[in-house]
């Protein structure tokens, strides 16, 4: 649907073979590539949370948490709206966002886990993410005021 693939098609996929029953070298490359593939495309499996609070995978910039208004970017053009301190909340982000993210206080996103762009970003110039809370687009509107702390993964609307 529009709104993004689900995390399986079908019944959940059986876990992978042990890595110490494949030979060395084919244990490597299962162990880096299934870290990477739950890095970049993983989230929680159902969202948390309660009325108050949405929870995702969290990182910390130079300071763990931040306050602000949130601004929901439901489509590229919506980031030429954005203001200084404002949360990005949106389903995900891409290198399209890059030339905005000097003014975000934080990121907010929907789908992504520890490897993904938004957590690249946050720990690379230094402001907190929440990230793959499933339903947070659905939860925080443009104009909310909402808190980030990226140290528990956790965004509290205020």
Known sequence: ??????RHLGP????P????QLPPALARVMGGMGLMIEGILGQLD???GDESSVVGVGVAGPNGAY???ARRIEQIDDLFDLEEGEIVVAKSTGEAFNS????VGGIVTDHGS??????IMAREIGFPAV????NATQRIATGDRIRIDGEKGVVTLL
């Open 1 to 6: 649907s529009a709104d993004g693939a689900p």
């Open 12 to 15: 959940p996929p059986p876990e």
């Open 17 to 20: 073979p042990p890595l110490d």
């Open 46 to 48: 159902a969202a948390e």
């Open 67 to 69: 306050e602000g208004v």
């Open 100 to 103: 905005m993210l000097h003014l």
């Open 114 to 119: 520890f490897a993904c762009h938004a957590t």
């Open 131 to 134: 990230v793959g809370t499933v």
